[in-house]
């Protein structure tokens, strides 16, 4: 980049090879997480262009449009609480990004908003024969949650963080406990079931004879 070219190594005279009309367009993330520093030697190449993180009305508003298209089908129970489950899942979605940092053990722990877009695919993939009330809202939305971020977590006390915010958030918007949503060791749920083993973990396990 700074001389335009580089000498050919397989020729014996090693001649230049001059590059042109070339241009270089490049993504890269802040330092941390696995990812290094780029130098100022290399930046000076570029035209830097950033974007700050969408505020939590803007994230909001998209996700309510989302969900509010593909649920609008769905009961009444089901379509008036999809505002709670947009502003339970930021909430969620906040406090594993600020209690579960990245560190040399936990370095895929990198979360963003393609994560929490996942979470609204799952909801927005299911069926109004299985989702007819609000708490079996609830619980595919557990399930989601568990399903993006708990499988990516290492150890249980990590996954009681995030068991901890979902059942928070699910008692603060829904009037839904911990025994209510997992009523009995396995939820039959879909194509899936879920539940609370005897050490007070979450679990999920795909049905294959479904």
């Known amino acids: 980049m700074d001389h335009k070219g580089w000498y050919d190594r397989l020729d014996k005279e090693r001649s230049f090879r001059k590059i042109e009309d070339i ?3 490049s993504a890269m993330g802040p330092p941390g997480g696995g990812r290094s520093v780029v130098t100022q030697r290399l930046q000076r190449h570029f035209n830097i262009i950033t974007y700050t993180n969408l505020g939590v009305e803007s994230v909001e508003m998209i996700f309510t449009k989302v969900v509010n298209k593909f649920l ?7 379509k008036n609480s999809i505002g709670k489950i947009v502003d339970a899942t930021q909430f969620v979605y906040n406090g594993v990004e600020d209690r579960l940092k990245p560190i040399p053990a936990k370095s895929h722990y990198t979360f963003n908003l393609r994560d929490m877009s996942k979470i609204f695919q799952g909801i927005c993939s299911s069926s109004n024969k299985f989702i007819s ?3 079996d809202l609830v619980r595919l939305w557990v399930h989601e949650n568990q399903r993006v971020f708990a499988d990516r977590m290492i150890n249980e006390s990590d996954k009681k963080v995030l068991l901890e915010l979902l ?3 699910a008692a603060k ?8 949503i997992f009523e009995n060791d396995r939820i039959i ?3 899936f079931f879920f539940g609370i083993d005897g050490d007070n973990r979450a679990y999920t396990i795909i049905n294959d004879h479904v």
């Open 72 to 78: 609008g089908s769905f009961a009444d129970d089901v």
């Open 173 to 180: 918007h829904f009037d839904f406990n911990q025994n209510q």
């Open 133 to 135: 009330t609000k708490l």
């Open 23 to 25: 241009i270089f367009v």
């Open 189 to 191: 749920f879909g194509d």
């Open 167 to 169: 059942m928070d958030q």
